[in-house]
């Protein structure tokens, strides 16, 4: 009868042993797996900010060129108004 409850005593530690060490591993392995999602997550959001950088550079670039475009344009709708005023001379002094 004692060897009975040794054995009862001895069985229960041994599963309370392993199933503490079945739970440690887990929790170890789940750390490791948040970990590795973080990471993953801290990449994908630094791959987004690179990109909205890019096309925040871009649409600086763009907009300097619509700004010389812009200012271009004024030039020659200036310089055409001064051709029309110089035709509309030589045409009063030849045509009238």
């Known amino acids: 009868m004692d ?7 001895l069985g229960t530690l041994s599963g309370l042993i392993l199933g503490w060490a079945g739970r440690s591993r887990s929790y170890r392995q789940d750390i490791i797996q948040e970990a590795g999602a973080d990471a993953l997550q801290r990449a994908d959001v630094d791959y987004i900010k690179r990109g909205v950088d890019d096309i ?6 763009q ?5 010389a475009l812009s200012e271009r344009v ?9 051709a029309h005023k110089r ?4 045409e009063d002094i030849g045509g009238a």
């Open 3 to 9: 060897w009975i409850a040794i054995l009862g005593i």
């Open 56 to 61: 925040r550079l871009e649409q600086r670039v």
């Open 63 to 67: 907009a300097q060129r619509v700004d």
């Open 74 to 82: 004024t030039r020659v709708e200036e310089s055409a108004k001064q």
């Open 87 to 90: 035709i509309d001379r030589k």
